[in-house]
C-alpha cells in the first residue's frame, strides 16, 4: 500500500504568504513532515509525494534537512505534477509509481489527528466498500466539497465548492482517502472530460454510479484546513493544543530574571533575555532571542533564528523565520519570513467599532474573516520604518516596505515602497521657556505633597 501526498496544487487564496502551505513550519517541521510522521506511526511507511516542478526541490531539501526519515525503514517516491489542474491530473503524473496497488491519497494541507488514519483503516478492514472517503459534520459553511450519502454512509455523490447556502449536506469531505482499485481509478481517470479540474470527483461520482462503493467514514478528531491566511491561527493553536508545561531545549538560555509561564516550548539554542515573559502556549523557534522586558503571549508562534527586541509584545501570532521585531505590538498576526519591523511599529488588530474584520480576497474587500481580532498579514521579505502603524486585516505584499510615520489602511502589492510626504518650515524661534510658570507649578505640587502627609 502507498500513501500519496498531494503537493503540487498552487493556493490561490493565500496571498500575500507565497510559501506553499505544506511547507510552512510548525514546531520546527514542515505540515507535510508532520503527515509523514502521523501516517508512519499508523504503519503507513511507502510515500510518494507529488510536487510541481517549482516546488519539488524545497520539498526534498525540507525533508533532508530535518532527517525524519533517518533509521527508519521508510520509502519516498517523488513525482512531478506540471500544471496544477487538480487531484486526477497529480494522481496521473505519478501512475507509473502506484503501480496499481492500493493507495491512501492525503492533502498535506490539512492536519488531523493520526486517529484519522486509524478510523479509515479499520473501516478498510471491513472489505465492504471499494473506497473510503474520510468526512466530518461541519456548522458552517467550508470551500471544499460535500459528500451526499444514504443511511448506511454510502456516497450518492460529491458536489465541489457549492457555495455559501447552497450546502446539500453537513457532512464535508477531508482528502484522506482509500482506494482498492487503484487499476480501475485511473481508468475511469483517464476517460473523465471536465471543464474545470473536478475530474477526480467527476470520476467518483461516475464511478458510483456504475455500481463501485464508496463509504464514508465518519470523523469527529481534531481538523484544521488551510483555506485563507488567517487560518494559520487556528493550526498554530492546533499545534500548541495540549502543552501544557515549558519544554526548553538544554542548550537553551533562560535568564534569572525571566518568567516562563505554562506551555512554553524553547527550541535549541533560543534565548530569553533579562525581565522578558513569556506566556504559553508558545513556541520558540531554534536561536531565536526574546528581548529585555518583552512580552510574548499566548498562541504565539515564533521561528527559528528571530528576535523579539526590546520591549515588544506579541501575541497569538505566526511569525516566521529571520524576523526581527523592536519596541513594537504585534498582535494577531501572520508574518512570513524575513521581515523585519522597526521601533515603534504598531499593529492595530481591532476595529473601532468591534465587528469582524474583512480581508481583500481575490480584489474582494468584503471577505469576512470571522474574526474579530486580526492584524497585518506580510509576505515575506518586508520591512517597516520607524512609528508605522497597520490597521486591522491589511495585506503587505513580499519584498515591499512601509516608510517611518505611514499609517497603512489598504492593502500593499508586492515590491512597493510607501511613505510619507510631509512639509517643514524653518523660521526663527521667538518661543522661549517661562522659567516662573515652572517655579509656580512646582510650588504647587510642594504643596499638595504637604497638605497630603498632613
Known sequence: M???????????????????????KFLGKTLLEHHMETAASNGLDDFIV????????????????????????????????KKPDG???????????????????????????????????????????????????VTEYFPGGYLIVDEKNYMKW???????????SNLVNIVVHYHRKTKELFEYLESTKSASDDVYESSID???????????????GAWKAIKYPWHMLEMTKHFLNGVKSPMIHGTAKIAASAIIEGGVIIDAGARVMENAVVKGPCYIGRNSIIGNNSLVRENTHIGDNSVVGFSTE?????????????????GDCIIADNCSLAAGTIVTNVRLDEKDIKVNVFGKGDMSSGLDYLGVIMGENCRTGSNVTLMPGVRVGPNSIVGPGVVLREDLEPNKL????????????????????????????????ENRKT
Request: charge should be positive; hydrophobic fraction near 40%; include cysteine.
Open 2 to 24: 502507498k500513501t500519496v501526498f498531494l503537493a503540487g496544487g498552487i493556493g490561490k487564496r493565500m496571498f500575500p504568504l507565497m510559501e506553499d502551505k505544506f511547507l510552512f
Open 50 to 81: 507529488i510536487g510541481n516542478p517549482e516546488n519539488i526541490e524545497k520539498i526534498k531539501s525540507a525533508i533532508e534537512v530535518n532527517k525524519i526519515l533517518e533509521g527508519k525503514k521508510y520509502r519516498i517516491n517523488y513525482s512531478i505534477q
Open 87 to 137: 487531484m486526477a491530473d497529480a494522481l496521473m503524473a505519478a501512475k507509473d509509481l502506484i503501480a496499481g496497488e492500493e493507495i491512501v491519497i492525503v492533502s498535506p494541507n490539512d492536519v488531523f489527528d493520526k486517529s484519522a488514519y486509524a478510523a479509515l483503516m479499520s473501516a478498510a478492514k471491513n472489505a465492504d466498500a471499494d473506497s473510503y472517503i474520510l468526512g466530518q459534520e
Open 158 to 168: 460529491i458536489v465541489e465548492k457549492p457555495g455559501k447556502g447552497n450546502e446539500p
Open 206 to 220: 461516475k464511478m458510483i454510479k456504475d455500481g463501485f462503493k464508496f463509504k464514508v467514514v465518519r470523523y469527529t
Open 314 to 330: 506579541v501575541k497569538n501570532s505566526y511569525i516566521g523565520d529571520n524576523c526581527w521585531f523592536h519596541t513594537a505590538y504585534v
Open 418 to 449: 510607501i511613505y510619507t510626504k510631509q512639509e517643514q518650515v524653518i523660521k526663527e524661534n521667538n518661543v522661549l521657556p517661562n522659567s516662573k510658570k515652572k517655579e509656580e507649578i512646582m510650588r504647587k505640587l510642594v504643596k499638595l505633597e
